[in-house]
């Protein structure tokens, strides 16, 4: 079982839906990041949080430790957010991050 | 302020030839990493620089990966001889200090492609 499991793996959307990706984990964390990889590869933190809720524009990551899960939530989705979207923790025993693998989103125009 | 550099951007070789990847982090960064992706997966770590010091290497497979960052600020990642199975995306990141709890800042990748 990986230490981060997201789902859904793949997510298609009408232009203007309301998505939401999860990300469930197992360890301890000092902190969860959602970052997003466009085609060609570059990576992007969107947020970084260990309690809560945060909101940038269209984006509102929240995080409910107790029950070791964030979600990722996505309103009025446009198709220049597609891209894949990667939950990371941070463990609270070590340095390194530990990525989850990643949930394909596709919005249709 | 600049981002994370990497280059080449994409590298196509034939089995057995060696590859060098080159990183410059962002400007006073001490925490350099380099990580692999495959297809539909996320990220592996390699290593893990603090300046100069590799000090997370274990999952770097040393017969045949090394890497270096002489002066504790670029960096550069070597296969030789590169496998059919290395062909991945080599991602680089730099973080102000080495902590799950800091930003990482990833640069471009490279993406390899092993013939």
């Known amino acids: 079982k990986n230490e981060v499991e997201q789902s859904p793996q793949n997510l298609t959307a009408q232009e203007g839906e309301f998505i939401t990706i999860n990300c469930s984990y197992s360890v301890g964390i000092s902190a969860l990041h959602w970052l997003q990889q466009h085609p060609g590869g570059g990576i992007v933190s969107l947020f970084m949080l260990s309690s809560g809720k945060k909101k940038h524009g269209r984006l509102i990551a929240t995080i409910n430790i107790q029950e070791k899960h964030s979600s990722l939530h996505i309103t009025a989705s446009h198709p220049r957010d597609s891209a894949v979207y990667i939950c990371?923790?941070?463990?609270?025993?070590?340095?390194?991050?530990?990525f989850g693998e990643g949930t394909q989103l596709t919005v249709n125009p | 302020e600049a981002g994370v550099v990497q280059s080449p951007r994409y590298k196509i070789i034939e089995k057995k030839q060696p590859v060098a990847f080159w990183c410059n982090p962002i400007s006073g960064h001490n925490t350099l990493y380099w990580y692999r992706q495959n297809l539909g997966q996320g990220p592996e770590l390699l290593i893990r620089?603090?300046?100069?010091?590799?000090?997370?290497d274990s999952q770097l497979p040393k017969d045949r990966f090394s890497a270096e960052r002489l002066k504790g600020v670029d960096s550069t990642l070597k296969i030789q001889p590169a496998e059919l199975g290395d062909s991945a995306v080599y991602l680089c990141?730099?973080?102000?200090?080495?902590?799950?709890?800091?930003?990482?800042?990833f640069g471009p990748g490279t993406r390899l492609t092993v013939t």
């Open positions: 990141a730099s973080s102000p200090i080495g902590q799950g709890s800091y930003e990482q800042y």
């Open positions: 620089y603090e300046n100069e010091e590799a000090v997370d």
């Open positions: 990371a923790v941070g463990e609270t025993s070590g340095s390194r991050l530990t």
